[in-house]
């Protein structure tokens, strides 16, 4: 894997995924955030854990849609990955298969989140 695809893959699970999640679960269990929903604090333990796993996979879903998207598209969007000497690099072209990036034993969740993977898709 290129070092371009290595630091794109970080940026985008921590500021995507990993902001993502943990926001929900401070609203989830019963902080403020920017998600916070009155609702949770109703919610039993056993009801948080499913509601938890709800949401990461449709977390991970979206991603790998978002991704899929790009590749599916590649003739019309491009996902570029800017260094810092202004060299971009087309990650879709680089990776060959940008939405497998994220579900591997050694793909982006696996090296990058803070968070276990609960996709279906691994």
Excluded: C
């Amino acid at each position: 894997m290129s070092k371009e695809l290595e630091k794109f893959g970080k940026i985008f699970i921590s500021h995507v995924r990993d902001n993502t999640i943990h926001h929900y679960k401070k609203s989830l269990y019963g902080k403020k955030s920017v998600l916070h929903n009155k609702n949770f604090t109703s919610l039993n333990n056993e009801e948080k854990q499913i509601m938890e796993n709800i949401v990461m996979e449709t977390i991970d879903l979206t991603m790998f849609n978002l991704l899929n998207m790009f590749e599916e598209y590649s003739e019309n969007l491009k996902l570029v990955y800017k260094d810092t000497k202004d060299i971009e690099y087309n990650i879709e072209e680089i990776s060959g298969g940008i939405m497998g990036e994220l579900f591997t034993e050694d793909g982006w969740i696996a090296k990058f989140s803070k968070y276990e993977e609960s996709s279906p898709y691994k």
